[in-house]
Structures are given as C-alpha cells and as structure tokens.
C-alpha cells in the first residue's frame, strides 16, 4: 500500500541554522500538507500545497518557513533560522487522489522529529 | 477561521466499558468531520468519519454523531479494549480540504 514518507526521521540542529524537512506524498494525491506537534500537545496545521502552490497558511507559517515541491515527487519544508521553539514533530501529509472519490482522508508519513539546540 | 474544541482532555475507563469524546466546532461551512488515533510515537491515522449529510455512522466498536445545528460531534467506543488506548484527535473541514483543523485531542487510557 501506498503511503508518505519522510526523512530524515530526527534532526538536531543549533539556533539559527536552517532545516530541509523532506516528504514524498502519495503519487497520484493532488493536495500535500505540514503539521506540526509539539511533544505532548496538538497536530497543528503549517501549511497546505495545492497545484504548485501554496492554498492555505496559519499564524505559524511566517516568513522564516517555505515549502517547495522542487520535482514532481518531493515536498520539502525550510526553516530558515530555527529557534528553540521550532522543536516538535513535523508531519506531511497528502489527500486527494487524481482519480477516484476524494474521501478528504489525510495519509500522514511518520513524522521528522526537530530538536533545536 | 475554524476552531475546534475537545473534551476531555484525558479519560481513563475499565477494559470493557464505553468510552465518548465530544466535539465542537465554529464554522458552519465545515461539513467533513474525521477522527484521528495516534498512539504514543506514532503518526495519526484517521478511524472513522462523517458528513453534514448524515447524523450517524457506525464501524464496529466504533460510531461518530453529528449534529450540525448545535455545531458538535462525538467518537463513542464500546467495549474498550487495551488497544484503544491512545491520543483521539477530532477535526473539521470544509470541502476544498485546504485545511484541516484538529482538536486539542483527548488520551485515553484503557484499564485492563
């Protein structure tokens, strides 16, 4: 079965570096998201990728992040100076396949674990 | 935007008895309404859904309610098991799917 992958699956970094968080959706999904999870609280919504560009945001999603989908399988997320509280879980996820009933089902990878030191 | 709220936050219920997990919402263009289980390391994984055009559904041990005039939904498990204990996330979303909002989540845990 199908299903969204993501690596690396941990990374450590220092204040101020920058990140690439890599993802392979679903081939034949049309839509492709980040969550974030902070140890312990809610999957909250980054950001949401619809025909080669961005279709929604949040608050979190300000200008030291960016995604891109450099090639016709990879989504990445950049963060550009990370800061301590960028620590948590990121997971992509994908929906909406070209063909078929679009159930809304979001298919999440297994995450990439950021600490910030 | 959409908000959504859950409670509770934790439930602890026997091996065998139900559990229920209530949510509300904001928007009343939302008309998709998933439920997700996370289990401790692990990704969410979507365990039922339900649409503004029914009120009920059932999977099993499973059932989800809605009632789009007082804007909540609910996650009933019956005959709780071991395995059921896990972080539930409910989540509201239009159809355009651009955004998926998640609840707080409530953590179960299952007292065998």
């Known amino acids: 079965e199908p299903e969204v992958t993501q690596t690396p699956s941990h990374q450590v970094t220092q204040m101020g570096q920058e990140v690439i968080l890599r993802c392979v959706p679903i081939?034949?999904?049309?839509?492709f998201y980040w969550y974030r999870q902070i140890l312990g609280q809610k999957v909250e919504f980054l950001v949401s990728?619809?025909?080669?560009?961005?279709?929604?945001k949040s608050e979190i999603f300000d200008d030291q992040f960016s995604v891109e989908r450099p090639d016709g399988s990879n989504f990445t997320l950049k963060i550009r100076s990370t800061k301590l509280e960028d620590s948590a879980m990121y997971f992509c996820a994908s929906s909406a396949p070209r063909q078929g009933a679009n159930t809304g089902e979001l298919f999440f990878g297994e995450g990439s674990r950021l600490t910030v030191l | 935007g959409e908000n959504v709220e859950q409670h509770p936050s934790t439930l602890s219920v026997q091996e065998g008895d139900s559990a229920v997990i209530k949510c509300t919402y904001s928007?009343?263009?939302?008309?998709?309404f998933p439920w997700y289980k996370q289990e401790l390391g692990k990704r969410p994984q979507l365990i039922i859904d339900i649409r503004s055009n029914v009120g009920e559904k059932k999977d099993q041990r499973i059932a989800v309610t809605l009632n789009k005039t007082a804007k909540h939904f609910s996650l009933h498990i019956t005959e709780t098991q071991p395995e059921d204990s896990a972080v539930y996330f409910c989540?509201?979303?239009?159809?355009?799917?651009?955004?998926?909002?998640f609840g707080p989540g409530t953590s179960l845990s299952v007292i065998p």
């Open positions: 990728f619809y025909n080669n560009e961005i279709s929604e």
């Open positions: 928007d009343s263009a939302s008309n998709y």
């Open positions: 081939s034949n999904h049309l839509y």
């Open positions: 989540a509201a979303i239009e159809t355009s799917y651009d955004k998926v909002i």
